[in-house]
């Protein structure tokens, strides 16, 4: 399997970045596809996830109504859109596969269900 990250980078606090997760090796339509951060000295934490068909998708709260996950299967991508950025979002985001399996959807609290991950991209947020 392969999962990269792109996108990330610097940017101003109310600026916008947009995260990409290509997938390779996998049958991507078998699988959830989730976002996670680590904060520097923080634990990582789930973000946001959308369900293998794109039919559920759920955010943190901390980011819910500025982030907004999509995916494109025949692509084998997924994306990440982040608006109203603040300092507080810095952070390695990685993307991550879950087997499709569980009847409640994808999990952001759950991370052992994920078994495929990325290396990460920086994005990191000045004041």
């Known amino acids: 399997f392969q999962l990269v990250e792109s996108g990330g980078g610097l940017v101003q606090s109310g600026g916008s970045l947009r995260l990409s997760c290509a997938v390779s090796?996998?049958?991507?339509?078998?699988?959830?596809i989730g976002w996670f951060r680590q904060a520097p000295g923080k634990e990582r934490e789930g973000i946001s996830c959308?369900?293998?068909?794109?039919?559920?998708?759920k955010y943190a709260d901390s980011v819910k109504g500025r982030f907004t996950i999509s995916r494109d299967n025949a692509a084998k991508m997924g994306y990440l859109q982040m608006s109203s950025l603040t300092p507080e979002d810095t952070g390695n985001y990685s993307c991550?596969?879950?087997?499709?399996?569980?009847?409640?959807?994808?999990?952001?609290?759950?991370?052992?269900?994920?078994?495929?991950w990325g290396q990460g991209t920086q994005v990191s947020v000045s004041s």
């Open positions: 991550a596969l879950a087997w499709w399996g569980s009847a409640t959807g994808c999990s952001l609290t759950e991370q052992s269900e994920y078994v495929y």
């Open positions: 090796y996998v049958t991507v339509d078998y699988y959830h």
């Open positions: 959308i369900d293998n068909n794109g039919g559920g998708s």
